[in-house]
């Protein structure tokens, strides 16, 4: 039985020597053995060792057993991933991940780390960008490559589905971890694998590839209208002018202050937060007029004929 991750990466033009993300699982198992048989030599396993569960030191073990096995050299880092009160734990562990992901790559030369997320895993970040109410950068899900910490992240597994990867593993009697985290009904994740996925699977028997189609489609817009709020934040300059910000229609300007926001300076308002600083921006006729609203970690001011954002403490 073949490994459905050789042919995920006999079409996927490598960088290299590059990393991959191990985390001792089933699907990074398989992207490891696939990536050590394509490219003997130059593949490095990156393990992040998150700190939160007693059987930690274990998984770490036995990624070195089978780093050992492959002879593909195994770095670890530590980090500790426990989450601020109001912060998802969910988040803060990705967060922490990717932070350790690139900081191991770094340090060992490599550009390019490959991750073994899946289709599977799309149709997830789907449905939790669909409960949270996002738009359409939400709703294209997870990009096939991205940027990050100056690292280029890749998802060559996409289009295939767990059941795939999880099927090989257990007919080549290839060991892996199941780590207990992923059974913990706490985790939207988790309910979603556990309990959303088997019903849609029978209501929906095509699902994984209608959700990746309609992520095609919302990544498709997204850039556009990135291209397009690009385009008049040119216009408006950096930091935007408020006589232009009060010459675009409604919606433009709206999409101009999320990618200004988010492209410049790293953060995005909430809904809430940016029809207030539409309202502001639309009132502020006057030169006397003040704006100054909380948005994510900072705030918006008007500063003379131009809006800035400063990061600092939540406004009193």
Request: aromatic share 4%; net charge neutral.
């Amino acid at each position: 039985m073949e490994n459905p991750a050789d042919h995920a990466l006999a079409s996927w033009s490598a960088v290299l020597p590059l990393g991959v993300a191990y985390s001792g699982g089933a699907d990074s198992t398989a992207l490891l053995h696939a990536a050590a048989r394509r490219w003997p030599g130059q593949v490095h396993a990156l393990h992040v060792h998150h700190g939160l569960q007693h059987a930690a030191d274990d998984f770490e073990a036995h990624c070195a057993a089978a780093c050992a096995a492959l002879e593909v050299p195994l770095h670890v880092g530590r980090v500790d991933a426990r989450h601020a009160p109001g912060e998802s734990p969910e988040d803060a562990a990705r967060r922490a991940r990717y932070a350790t992901l690139a900081s191991l790559a770094l340090g060992h030369g490599l550009q390019h780390v490959l991750l073994a997320q899946h289709a599977d895993d799309q149709v997830e970040t789907l449905l939790i960008a669909l409960g949270r109410g996002a738009g359409v950068d939400g709703l294209a899900g997870m990009p096939g490559r991205m940027e990050r910490h100056g690292v280029v992240f890749h998802r060559p597994l996409l289009e295939l589905h767990a059941d795939a990867l999880r099927a090989w593993i257990a007919a080549a009697g290839i060991s892996h971890i199941d780590d207990p985290s992923n059974a913990d009904l706490r985790y939207t994740r988790n309910r979603i694998r556990r309990l959303v996925l088997p019903a849609l699977a029978q209501a929906l028997p095509q699902y994984r590839e209608t959700f990746a189609r309609s992520a095609r489609n919302a990544a498709r817009a997204s850039s556009l209208l990135s291209e397009a709020a690009a385009g008049d934040l040119a216009e408006a300059g950096s930091p935007p002018r408020l006589a232009a910000l009060r010459a675009l229609p409604r919606e433009r300007l709206a999409n101009l202050l999320r990618h200004w926001l988010k492209s410049e300076h790293g953060v995005v308002p909430s809904e809430a937060q940016l029809e207030q600083l539409l309202g502001q921006i639309a009132a502020c006729s006057t030169r006397g007029h003040r704006i100054r609203i909380k948005v994510a970690s900072g705030r918006v001011e008007r500063e003379g004929d131009t809006l800035r954002w400063y990061n600092a403490s939540p406004l009193p």
